[in-house]
Each structure stands twice: as C-alpha cells, then as structure tokens.
C-alpha cells in the first residue's frame, strides 16, 4: 500500500526525472551517470530508458562516448507524452474502485476525482521538458 495521496508509478517518476536532467545536459550522458544523479537502481533506470528510446521520447548512441540525449523536437515533450510513453494512454478514474460499484447516486467524494483528474491532466499536458531547462 502507498502512502502516496498521488500515485505516480516508480517508473513514471524515474522517467520524467530523466528526461529533466537530460534536457540541461549537452551530448550523450550514461545511464549509470543517469542513475548515479537520481539516486536509483541503473538496471530498473535502463530498462526505462529503453522503453523512452523505443517509444521515440528520447534518443541514445552506442559506442564508448555514447548514451542518452534528447533531440530537439524531444525537448518540447509534454510530460503526459513521458508518462505514456511508459504507462500507455491514460484513461483519467472517476471512482476509487475504477468502477461504480455502490448503488449511490452520487459519489461520495462529490466530483473531487474528476476535479484533481481534470488538473493533473491541465499541469501534465501542458508543462514540457523545457520548463525545467536551465539557463547557463
């Protein structure tokens, strides 16, 4: 169980950090720099990074001074496309159970969830990789 009031998948969130950092690097950057910056598993992190590389979100390089980068139509990525790049289409819940399993009328949470869901959606559509770049 979470204790998480958000739940952002670990890969989602590993994901959106990546590409962070990537977006203020210059030239391709190891996934064991990657993981050292994030402080996490570099084998959990590869395989992520794989995925963003086959769903297009972000690039990499073979060879000893090879890695990962972000072109520059990749640097403007929503972070809805990084989430779904990882997670798939996101279909936003209107109930808890993800069904409506109670006989009420109305739910007891009074539209809070389309709400919070209506501005997830808002923030993750509309805030791309180059809102966190980094002036030099």
Known sequence: MT???????????????????LVNKVGPIS????????????HHL??????????GRI????????GF????RQKHATFMQIMEAVEGKVRPAECLFGRRPCARRSCILGGLL???????????????????????
């Open 46 to 55: 590869s395989k992520i990074l794989r995925v963003l590389v086959v769903r």
């Open 69 to 72: 980068f972000l072109t520059e």
């Open 114 to 136: 389309c709400r919070l869901n209506a501005a997830f959606a808002d923030y993750f559509n509309n805030t791309s990789l180059m809102n966190f770049k980094e002036e030099k």
């Open 31 to 42: 996934a064991a720099a990657i993981a050292a910056e994030l402080g996490v598993s570099k």
């Open 3 to 21: 204790n998480r009031l958000i739940n952002i998948s670990e890969a989602t969130a590993i994901a959106l950090h990546a590409a962070v950092l």
């Open 59 to 66: 690039a990499s390089s073979k060879g000893p001074r090879g």
